[in-house]
């Protein structure tokens, strides 16, 4: 097999091959290795390399749904024993990771191969992939552009044809803005159904999970059979199952489906007229497949929502931060100023502040279930652009240089929630203001590559279903998949 026909299979196809004893495990990795060699000096997809780990696995017997698939793991609540789990972090660059992460154990149960760790933004804090760290992740589609965050490393390697599918998480839409930035499949999957053990029963209070980005529906559809797996007996509930596995629901008729859609952006921020045009289009094709297509609203405050989460984030971050001074000895230099930031306006967070926000997550629950009454499924852009340049959300200079000033000071505190930090947030936000609401409600959502800009950018667009949808996701998946094939199409590299 050469690199052109390896490109061809996804992960599920490479398995058959493997099974088949048509290719064996060491052949398959040592043209992943090949492929990543070539272009990882360009992408900046991979950050730590596992060859020889992988090589020795390759060359033992090897179980499971995916024997002998390559594979990668996103270098963010996916550790890997005797492995730092850097985070995009400096001050984690050198910790060791004691034992796998649940997911990582389930993914070398199913026989995966893994020879590397994918980029992320430090602790997985923002829609694109540019830490201080390790540098910035480039799109294979427009090296000057984002391959989108947090699981940007891991989509880059995947549009790039180093793996067929690549581990991801999604904490405010981190599988879904990378493959839509990158021309792939993305979904997330409800609150509850993937472990997220040993150290934790659910990250982010419930609003983060553990995925995958793929080339083809089937590969994400097979692997969260893989993730799902047996219950989590320290997860904090436990999550509805399907009588049936997710590679078979992906295969089913979707039947006739109620979708309503809205483009108009929860932040109140302009929406570029390529993602209008990616939702209407996708409307229309989907009205040629049966569906009944309509404009819609789902009557939440999003924008209130919006903020919610950002308080969310920042007091996360805070927790983060001071953990992570406290096991490894960093100083402030460990960390970028982007996540003083934050971290400072979560501190200033009052706590009886911080409860009522929690408490209106369940108001935010209430109405998308109100809405998810009347329509099956929620239809909108993933991103509110095709993905930004390289650069193009760094925090301006005035505000950094005031930010460092107060930071030496211990003053840090009084710049967060000014008008200036508001503003710079909302920038950043308002590229990605449509994925944090199946995040704080906990349901599944996918992000489907069904349109090209003229100039050839993916943007893809965004389905979110209610609790326990996600066979339905995957069957309408399949269907788009069918009448508008993508994973054929590859970047020039």
Not at 75 to 83: E, M, N, R, V
Not at 388 to 417: F, K
Not at 445 to 464: E, I, K, N
Request: glycine content about 12%; aromatic content about 6%.
């Amino acid at each position: 097999m050469d690199y052109t026909e390896y490109r061809t299979y996804d992960a599920v196809g490479l398995a058959e091959l493997v099974a088949a004893r048509e290719v064996s495990p060491t052949e398959l990795l040592e043209l992943a290795i090949g492929r990543a060699e070539a272009v990882n000096g360009r992408l900046n997809a991979i950050v730590t390399p596992m060859h020889e780990l992988a090589r020795t696995r390759a060359g033992q017997p090897l179980t499971g749904p995916f024997a002998g698939v390559p594979f990668l793991i996103k270098d963010l609540l996916q550790d890997y024993a005797g492995l730092p789990t850097g985070s995009g972090c400096r001050a984690l660059a050198h910790l060791v990771a004691a034992e796998h992460s649940t997911v990582v154990s389930r993914w070398l149960d199913a026989g995966l191969v893994v020879f590397g760790k994918t980029n992320t933004p430090e602790f997985g804090a923002k829609g694109i992939t540019e830490p201080e760290a390790n540098g910035p992740t480039r799109n294979p589609w427009d090296l000057g552009r984002t391959p989108g965050g947090s699981s940007g490393g891991s989509a880059a390697a995947v549009a790039a044809g180093i793996v067929p599918v690549a581990g991801a998480n999604d904490g405010g839409g981190s599988i879904r803005i990378p493959a839509a930035c990158c021309g792939l499949f993305g979904l997330k999957p409800g609150r509850g159904l993937v472990p997220a053990g040993p150290l934790s029963a659910e990250h982010l209070d419930g609003a983060a999970v553990n995925g995958v980005i793929s080339r083809s529906v089937r590969d994400s559809a097979a692997m969260l059979d893989v993730l799902t797996g047996a219950p989590d007996p320290g997860g904090p509930y436990l999550a509805a199952r399907p009588s049936r596995p997710y590679a078979e629901l992906a295969r089913q008729t979707p039947g006739r489906l109620r979708i309503g859609f809205s483009t108009r952006s929860p932040l109140g921020t302009p929406v570029h007229p390529q993602a209008v045009a990616a939702v209407e289009d996708t409307a229309a094709l989907l009205g040629t497949l049966g569906h009944q297509v309509e404009p819609a609203e789902t009557g939440i405050d999003e924008h209130r929502m919006a903020l919610d989460f950002l308080s969310m984030w920042c007091t996360q971050l805070a927790h983060t931060v001071a953990e992570t001074r406290r096991t490894t000895g960093a100083g402030p230099d460990g960390f970028e100023l982007d996540t003083h930031l934050l971290a400072a306006a979560g501190r200033a967070l009052r706590a009886p502040d911080y409860h009522g926000i929690r408490q209106r997550w369940n108001i935010y629950n209430r109405e998308l279930a109100a809405f998810h009454s009347r329509y099956d499924l929620l239809l909108t852009p993933t991103l509110a652009r095709p993905a930004v340049r390289i650069g193009e959300l760094d925090t301006p200079r005035p505000v950094r240089a005031v930010a460092q000033v107060l930071l030496r000071l211990g003053l840090l505190g009084t710049l967060a929630g000014t008008k200036a930090w508001e503003k710079a947030v909302i920038a950043n936000l308002s590229a990605t203001p449509y994925t944090q609401l199946a995040n704080l409600t906990g349901r599944p959502a996918m992000s489907v590559p069904t349109h090209r800009t003229p100039d050839g950018l993916p943007l893809g667009v965004q389905f979110v279903g209610p609790l326990g949808s996600e066979g339905t996701l995957l069957a309408l998946a399949t269907q788009l998949e069918t009448a508008r094939p993508w994973a054929h199409l590859a970047p020039a590299l």
